[in-house]
């Protein structure tokens, strides 16, 4: 599995804010209130957050030999592929809160302070879980033996010399 990179962040992170701007013009433009996301939106991507590195810990703690239980490959797996979504999701949110909050600021009038606090609440939420899914990645990162294959090699180690016949 590749790490999430800068790159696919960014993008997830743009098109999140090209959504929440268009999203809060088509609305006004239909003459109906701009979008304010709920007040419990930031709570649970902060719970999210949580979660994530919480269930990375063990993966990470069997994985370092600070832990008596075998590491489940599976497991490590699906964890680190959480993690990997959790980063892409709170770059989407945080983009689209970014989008909200361009849109709003663009406007001629004051908006209200609570649906600016919940839009800036929002953002800074997903940046949270963006970290959060990156640090579980890599605490899910399991470090290489060094029998392990490298990537264009025959299997045979750096070092060695030619093979026994």
Known sequence: MKRTGATILIVAALAGLVVGFLV???LTAAARPTFVPAASLPTILV???AVVVGVAVPIFRASRGRS???IDPFRALRVAMLAKASSLVGAAATGFALGLLAFVLTRPFT???G???SVIATAVCGAVLVV???VAEQLCTIRKDDDDE???SS???PDAGPPIR
Do not use: Y
Request: glycine share 16%.
């Open 132 to 134: 959060a899914g990156l």
């Open 155 to 157: 299997g045979a180690h």
């Open 111 to 113: 908006p209200s302070l």
């Open 68 to 70: 008596a239980r075998r």
């Open 150 to 152: 490298h990537p264009g």
């Open 24 to 26: 809060d013009a088509m």
């Open 47 to 49: 719970l999210l957050a």
């Open 115 to 117: 649906s600016l606090g």
